[in-house]
């Protein structure tokens, strides 16, 4: 597609239940990012993936949370048995793992825990 | 470890007016790269400048310049002849080399709330 694309666009979950959010990058990017984003917040990073690489998990804030890459495209980011502090704006980006350019976000899921 | 730092949660201009936006970093590698981009209420992320560390020359993008300051660890966005659409959360961004392990994590400052008065 032209852009990052990341679906559901909103998720309403009940407290307790499991949820997946997926992210579509943009073809031929191989570097790949998850970011958290609270209300009026910045971007706190959550996993990323590069390639063939193993991913950098080091922003993942519990075992609650697991991501995966398939064939180097699209990203599933997991969220188990979720939390009201899990509510926030999930936001994907991409990049060519070339140099320094630049990432391209997706328009994010909105998370709604109740 | 790499980190960002934008002191001003908020800023106000005057439409038409210029306004500088305050990022400082940090990092131990030589080499990275240092973005801006800008967020306005829908929630889009869109890229905006671009400066690698070792150009020579301070970046430019249209309305947008990036003031880089590499003994300072400073890189300002300046805005010229701001406008209405300007309005929005403005935040920058760093990125180390491919190599060096979580640097390789792009990692972004709190954010600036930019508001342009008419």
């Known amino acids: 597609g032209a852009g990052v694309s990341q679906s559901p666009s909103n998720k309403v979950t009940e407290k307790g239940k499991d949820v997946e959010l997926r992210c579509d990058p943009i073809s031929g990017h191989t570097a790949l990012y998850w970011y958290r984003q609270s209300l009026g917040q910045g971007l706190e990073f959550l996993i990323y993936f590069q390639g063939n690489s193993a991913p950098d998990k080091s922003g993942l804030p519990s075992d609650r949370f697991s991501a995966e890459r398939t064939g180097g495209s699209v990203s599933t980011l997991t969220i188990q048995r979720t939390q009201q502090e899990d509510s926030a704006v999930y936001l994907c980006?991409?990049?060519?793992?070339?140099?320094?350019?630049?990432?391209?976000f997706g328009q994010g899921t909105r998370l709604t825990v109740v | 470890a790499q980190k960002i730092t934008q002191t001003q949660p908020g800023m106000f201009v005057q439409e038409k007016e210029a306004v500088t936006l305050d990022c400082t970093y940090d990092?131990?590698?030589?080499?990275?790269?240092l973005f801006w981009y800008k967020q306005p209420s829908s929630g889009e992320m869109i890229f905006l400048i671009y400066q690698g560390s070792y150009d020579q020359q301070n970046a430019t993008e249209g309305r947008y310049s990036l003031n880089f300051q590499k003994a300072r660890k400073s890189a300002n966005l300046v805005i010229s002849a701001s406008q209405l659409g300007d309005s929005a959360m403005y935040f920058c961004?760093?990125?180390?080399?491919?190599?060096?392990?979580?640097?390789?994590?792009?990692?972004f400052g709190s954010g600036t709330q930019l508001t342009v008065l008419p």
């Open positions: 961004a760093m990125r180390g080399p491919t190599i060096s392990g979580s640097a390789r994590q792009l990692t």
């Open positions: 990092t131990s590698d030589p080499s990275y790269g």
């Open positions: 980006a991409s990049r060519l793992d070339r140099g320094y350019t630049e990432a391209f």
